[in-house]
């Protein structure tokens, strides 16, 4: 009789466990933009989405998105690879608004896949203001082989190429000029989910921003999204009140 009630609690087990895969959960979370050396945006997110073993998504509710301008730096300590970056500002609203990953959908196979960005990057070069500013959109970021290219009046221009989100390693390698071949930023992502979907999830993205300013052909940017699934309560309940229940049936029929 032991037995066959521990068979029925596991079965309940993998029924829960199994069914909320499919279900939406809640989610917490910050998208991290970092540009060279300078300091980065966290932008804080939350809503509900889908994890599962294979895919996440999120959206088209997301939070991660911002409109404050917010000047970073100035000319007065402006050095590789920030320079000649002297001001960045998120406009738009601009940041990530959906996005979808999948098991091998990563580079190399892992998981991961595109998710573009929403909005523009405001970029402010060479100081002190006023000074030149550049509207970069951000469509390019999160996209494996994407690019996206502006020019300012003083003839200054930036190019931005996109990678893909991934769990795995990432780096950002220079092309041209005295940083050809060198690693300017490298970072990792993680996926420390039950089987349920619950838990933490960290994705991270590179993208090469080339400009035509001698010294600082190849700026780094690094971004990070951090995604922790929370089991949803009546979930939670359901499944403790089955086990507890089964548990009590089977010490009555015990004692008997």
Do not use: C, H
Not at 65 to 78: C, F, G, L, R, Y
Not at 168 to 191: E, N
């Amino acid at each position: 009789m032991r037995k066959l009630f521990n068979l029925v609690a596991a079965g309940l087990l993998a029924f829960v466990v199994g069914g909320s895969q499919a279900n939406a959960l809640a989610y917490t979370g910050t998208l991290e933009l970092v540009i060279g050396t300078l300091p980065g945006f966290n932008l804080p997110g939350a809503g509900d989405g889908v994890s599962e073993a294979g895919s996440v998504t999120i959206g088209p509710a997301a939070n991660f998105t911002t409109e404050i301008v917010v000047p970073v730096s100035n000319a007065t300590n402006m050095t590789f690879p920030a320079f000649p970056i002297v001001d960045l500002a998120l406009t738009g609203p601009a940041g990530l608004t959906t996005a979808g990953f999948s098991a091998g959908g990563g580079v190399g196979g892992g998981f991961g896949g595109d998710a573009p960005l929403a909005g523009n990057a405001k970029i402010g070069l060479f100081g002190p203001p006023p000074f030149a500013f550049l509207t970069v959109p951000l469509a390019a970021f999160g996209v494996e082989g994407a690019s996206a290219m502006v020019s300012s009046p003083l003839g200054v221009s930036i190019t931005a190429f996109g990678g893909g989100w991934t769990t795995g390693d990432i780096v950002v390698i220079g092309t041209s000029g005295p940083f050809a071949g060198v690693t300017l930023a490298s970072d990792s992502g993680t996926d420390q989910r039950t089987a349920g979907g619950g838990g933490t999830i960290v994705l991270v993205t590179p993208t090469l921003a080339k400009t035509n300013v001698a010294g600082s052909e190849n700026l780094p940017l690094i971004g990070k999204l951090t995604l922790t699934f929370v089991p949803e309560p009546g979930t939670l309940m359901l499944l403790g009140a089955g086990v507890t229940g089964l548990a009590l049936i089977g010490r009555r029929r015990e004692r008997r």
